[in-house]
Nanobody, 124 residues
Framework: QLQAFGGGLVQAGEFLRLSCAASGRTVSRQTIAWFRQAPGKEREFVAAFWRGGSNTYYSDSVKGRFTISGDSAKNTVYLLMNSLRPEDTAVYYC???????????????????WGQGTLVTVSS
């Protein structure tokens, strides 16, 4: 089970940190990813914490602003979002997979476990 939280309303340029707490599975053995979905848009890849953090991946739209990291002791993966923009407004979901291959890490269809989503709203 995954639980995502930490969303909220911020102004452009501010930051938020999202958390994805995993129960029943160990994040060090999973690939944990964040996706987001804005109203009227498709779900899009944001960042991935590959197999316990051996590698991290980002979409071009967030690279350099967002950082994904993990805490194995807390079994939690974080998404630190700096320099937020209005276009970052979306519901953010975390997802997990124990078997995803590297070439598919950006494909939401390949993740079998999802958190409930947390809303991030960035005002201009």
């Amino acid at each position: 089970q995954l639980q995502a939280f930490g969303g909220g309303l911020v102004q452009a340029g501010e930051f938020l940190r999202l958390s994805c707490a995993a129960s029943g599975r160990t994040v060090s053995r999973q690939t944990i990813a964040w996706f987001r979905q804005a109203p009227g848009k498709e779900r899009e890849f944001v960042a991935a914490f590959w197999r316990g953090g051996s590698n991290t991946y980002y979409s071009d739209s967030v690279k350099g602003r967002f950082t994904i990291s993990g805490d194995s002791a807390k079994n939690t993966v974080y998404l630190l979002m700096n320099s937020l923009r209005p276009e970052d407004t979306a519901v953010y979901y975390c997802a997990a997979s124990s078997s995803i291959i590297l070439s598919s890490v950006r494909q939401f269809q390949q993740y079998g476990y999802w958190g409930q989503g947390t809303l991030v709203t960035v005002s201009s």
